[in-house]
């Protein structure tokens, strides 16, 4: 779980650079590194608004997700399907977030949804065997 963990907090510190490279490209590095980025009106592309809204997305579950594992984890109720649970919000996190850049609405939905299911899964999952016992 530890390391579900660690990779969706790494990919989820990470998302911000393709939007940041964009707007450092479009307004110039002083406005993105040295000043307010957001005070330039000068557009970035869809593609890269798009991005900043899936890691915004990826930053709003993080937290549930961290949640539930490092729980499962210290009440030590972690099976091997709570692990595949935590890969498979990995990849749907990823998947999520190239959809929505990509601008693909349905699978996009599809992949926001397992990511969520997996979390919702690990936290049922762990209180189950915790009143079982």
């Not at 969706?8 to 307010?36: D, E, F, H």
């Not at 399907?81 to 498979?88: E, Q």
């Amino acid at each position: 779980m530890i390391t579900a963990v660690i990779v969706a907090s790494l990919m989820t510190i990470t998302m911000w650079l393709p939007y940041l490279i964009a707007s450092t490209l479009v307004r110039g590095q002083a406005s993105t590194m040295a000043g307010n980025p957001r005070l330039d009106d000068t557009p970035i592309p869809d593609w890269a608004n798009r991005l900043k809204q899936a890691h915004q997305n990826a930053v709003e579950n993080l937290p549930a997700f961290i949640g539930v594992c490092v729980m499962a984890q210290m009440a030590d109720v972690v099976s091997p399907a709570m692990i595949l649970a935590g890969v498979i919000y990995n990849y749907a996190r990823a998947a999520h977030y190239v959809l929505y850049g990509l601008s693909v609405p349905f699978l996009r939905t599809v992949s926001f949804m397992v990511s969520w299911l997996a979390t919702v899964y690990i936290g049922i999952s762990s209180l189950m065997i915790l009143l079982a016992n």
